[in-house]
């Protein structure tokens, strides 16, 4: 099984820039669906985005659609989500999350995952 672990979380504030990592270790990260999720303080954990194994596709949640990207490097066992124009409501812990079923968009339930991260703080202050 993969084992995830997530960086790159901080106080910013809004506009700012943040570039969040997940390191994969413990087995063939090409193998694994990797997606973000969220989650704010009492509320539920809500999807970000996710990606394939090769990276050509994509899929995001409306409310970070146009500002946040996900990316992979297969070849470092990393996986990326830049974060643009930050805003207040994009304050949360995020997740790292892997799985080793057939990528599609629909995909976007955290019981759709089998292997999560820690997580990461991010604060955005306006």
């Known amino acids: 099984q993969v084992q995830l672990a997530e960086s790159g979380g901080g106080s910013v504030q809004a506009g700012d820039s943040l570039r969040l990592s997940c390191a994969a270790s413990?087995?063939?990260?090409?193998?694994?669906?990797m997606a973000w999720f969220r989650q704010a303080p009492g509320k539920e954990r809500e999807f970000v985005a996710s990606i394939s194994w090769s990276g050509s596709m994509t899929y995001y949640s409306d409310s970070v659609k146009g500002r946040f990207t996900i990316s992979r490097d297969n070849a470092k066992n990393t996986g990326y989500l830049q974060m643009n124009i930050l805003r207040p409501e994009d304050t949360a812990v995020y997740y790292c999350?892997?799985?080793?079923?057939?990528?599609?968009?629909?995909?976007?339930?955290?019981?759709?995952?089998?292997?999560w991260g820690q997580g990461t703080q991010v604060t955005v202050s306006s």
């Open positions: 413990g087995h063939t990260f090409i193998a694994y669906v």
């Open positions: 999350a892997a799985s080793r079923g057939a990528y599609y968009e629909s995909k976007i339930a955290p019981r759709d995952y089998n292997y």
